[in-house]
């Protein structure tokens, strides 16, 4: 509508840039708008190359969408005002032979301008443009790679000049949950934790972490990582160095690859497990065979296992053969272009040959009376450790079969005997939520006890399952906050809440007990067992049979765990195969159909296989509440 003052309508401005019509010109007539030495009329200095090879294949797949605007110049040639990068892209083009015409018709809006208006041209062009938000730019590329007029990879990386990893990654990121795209588009998460997402498997599971975390504030990115890395093996990890990522796949093993790192997870650890402990088999049963009376991976032994006396061979006979075969190893590994995995190569050589030789010089009485330990090292190589005698071994030789199931099995392993008393710290745990009561009491005991109590008050605990279950809504902020919310609330549900929080400071585990480690809270065993003692039976077999994990279990504990399991199951060992994977997937089994735990989970309430007998004589009420809870000693 025109503006009027009184009777006269006031004069609209005349625009300072007319419009003009577009025409094409030659492209050998069109100059740059800047020199090497001056900016001229071109405002962009910086980085004026950067992005030509994207920008080439797109005008190569999609013409020139927006023609250049020029200035004419003296004669037949044409300055550029606005578009500098895009003549750039076209003489790459030409110069690459990608184009069929040597000297094609360029689309260009022509203005006859001075440089002052040229440059403030040029300065418009570059300051109005609004990019695409990054999600924006992703949900299109996703759009693009669906449907039934997808474009594939390999056509999109070339028609946009990107490489096919970079559009992977522009696929993922356009296919993740609307959840996490809204979140990103409204700052609550920065790209790094949105390329985190595209590690789960499905939608489904990128929903399921992101509410959980959203829940607690913790979706920064290596939050998100740490949700996603639960049962993965790493391809860097020295186990599979030992076993091969070819023959894990081989197995029917699947690889997750990070599409924003280097990184690979294995996402069947079951399958590498299984390869990892036939290769241990296969590499005992040969240690077996040279004649020694025991055999074992070193993660297996007790932590002071490198204590044990170890027999020294009296004499190493080298063959001719051997010795210069070693000699021409040394030589090869001192000279300057000998290194990285030819130098690897060679060491584990030489070791394996010395092996062989230590092997050899053992006489058959120390082979009876000492054993042989594997080690698997950082970089899958396997090393052996012969002649080590175990304490209270016999002199004489027994088999190895006899002495699995007559001597029993040895300690379990340190990291295997930490696993287990976490298991026990969750069941007490989420036995402890389910009880008001008691949990109330063990609170208050906790604070009225300077030391040994396994309830850590604030709960920085084992057992946070239970408290993220129970206090909903409950966000663990400030002090004041907290306080605020929990005294609104009816005292039956702070009774709740208070449950699920001692749960939460449960600390039974292994590292927790006494005070020798940096990690240990002084948790005393008649602690944990007045605690257990206390809570309804069945709650607590329910509880511990829950937290038990069979399969990981009997996986990293020895082939004499898996036989004695078994014969406290059913008297004998059942199973007909002398392999130790074999032997441990039935054990798992029947651990599960018949309720049995291992000694280090068995507390008063079990009853499973293998379970204490009661004594035929009576005693007071005293003496049984002095009895240790827990079967097992530490």
């Not at 094409?24 to 900016?39: E, I, K, M, R, Y």
């Not at 020139?64 to 076209?90: E, K, Y």
């Not at 990690?519 to 602690?527: F, Y």
């Not at 994977?581 to 008063?604: F, M, Q, S, Y």
Request: glycine share 8%; with cysteine.
């Amino acid at each position: 509508m025109t503006e009027r003052t009184g009777t006269r309508a006031a004069k609209a401005k005349p625009q300072k840039f007319p419009q003009a019509g577009t025409s094409t010109v030659p492209l050998s007539s069109l100059q740059f708008g800047h020199t090497d030495d001056a900016v001229g009329v071109n405002a962009r200095v910086v980085d004026r190359d950067q992005g030509l090879d994207e920008l080439a294949a797109s005008i190569l797949a999609h013409g020139l969408i927006q023609p250049l605007m020029v200035r004419p110049d003296a004669g037949a040639s044409f300055t550029v005002v606005a578009g500098n990068r895009r003549l750039a892209a076209l003489r790459q083009l030409v110069e690459a032979g990608k184009l069929a015409d040597a000297d094609p018709r360029v689309s260009v809006v022509v203005r006859d301008l001075q440089d002052g208006e040229a440059l403030e041209i040029s300065l418009a062009e570059n300051l109005a443009r609004l990019p695409l938000h990054p999600v924006d730019q992703f949900e299109v590329f996703a759009r693009l790679g669906t449907g039934p007029n997808a474009i594939g990879e390999e056509a999109i990386a070339t028609r946009f000049g990107i490489e096919r990893k970079e559009v992977r990654q522009r696929l993922a990121l356009g296919r993740l949950a609307p959840e996490i795209l809204a979140a990103w588009r409204s700052g609550e998460i920065r790209a790094e934790s949105a390329q985190a997402f595209t590690l789960a498997r499905n939608m489904d599971h990128q929903r399921e972490v992101f509410e959980k975390l959203q829940q607690g504030d913790q979706l920064q990115s290596y939050h998100i990582q740490a949700a996603f890395s639960q049962n993965v093996e790493r391809a860097d990890s020295r186990f599979v160095k030992f076993v091969g990522l070819d023959t894990y796949t081989a197995a029917g093993g699947t690889v997750r690859a990070d599409l924003f790192s280097d990184r690979q997870d294995l996402t069947r650890p079951d399958i590498l497990h299984r390869l990892v402990q036939q290769k241990i088999e296969t590499i005992a049963e040969q240690l077996r065979a040279e004649g020694w009376s025991w055999v074992s991976l070193r993660d297996d032994l007790a932590q002071d296992h490198y204590r044990w006396e170890r027999l020294q061979p009296a004499d190493l006979q080298f063959t001719k053969e051997e010795e210069t075969e070693l000699a021409r190893i040394q030589e090869r590994q001192e000279e300057q272009d000998c290194h990285g995995a030819e130098y690897t190569r060679l060491n584990q050589r030489a070791r394996t040959i010395e092996s062989e030789v230590e092997a050899r010089a053992f006489t058959p009485e120390e082979r009876s009376r000492a054993g042989a330990i594997i080690n698997i090292g950082y970089d899958g190589d396997v090393g052996i450790t012969r002649g080590v005698v175990a304490p209270g071994a016999a002199p004489a030789a027994t088999s190895a079969a006899a002495e699995e199931v007559e001597a029993g099995p040895k300690p379990i392993s340190a990291a295997l005997a930490q696993g287990l008393s976490e298991q026990l710290s969750n069941a007490i745990a989420a036995g402890l939520a389910t009880d008001r009561d008691l949990a109330l009491s063990v609170v208050l005991a906790s604070f009225l006890t300077t030391l040994g109590s396994p309830c850590i008050v604030r709960h920085n605990g084992r057992g946070a399952g239970p408290l993220e279950e129970r206090i909903g809504d409950l966000r663990m902020g400030k002090f004041g906050d907290v306080l605020q919310t929990l005294s609104a609330m009816p005292t039956p549900h702070r009774l709740d809440v208070l449950a699920a929080v001692a749960g939460a400071a449960i600390d039974a585990s292994v590292s927790a007990r006494g005070g020798n480690t940096a990690s240990a809270k002084g948790v005393d065993m008649r602690a944990i067992d007045a605690i257990v003692g206390s809570i309804d039976a069945d709650e607590m077999r329910q509880q511990l049979a829950c937290q038990f994990d069979a399969e990981a279990y009997f996986t990293a504990a020895t082939k004499a765990h898996a036989i004695a399991a078994l014969v406290e199951i059913h008297g004998r060992n059942t199973c007909i195969s002398p392999k130790k994977g074999d032997i441990a997937g039935l054990a798992a089994i029947e651990a599960k159909k018949h309720g049995w735990l291992p000694p280090e989970l068995r507390t008063v309430h079990y009853d499973g296989p293998g379970a204490a007998k009661p004594k035929a004589k009576k005693t007071t009420r005293r003496k049984a509440a002095a009895e240790p809870v827990l079967q097992a000693a530490e």
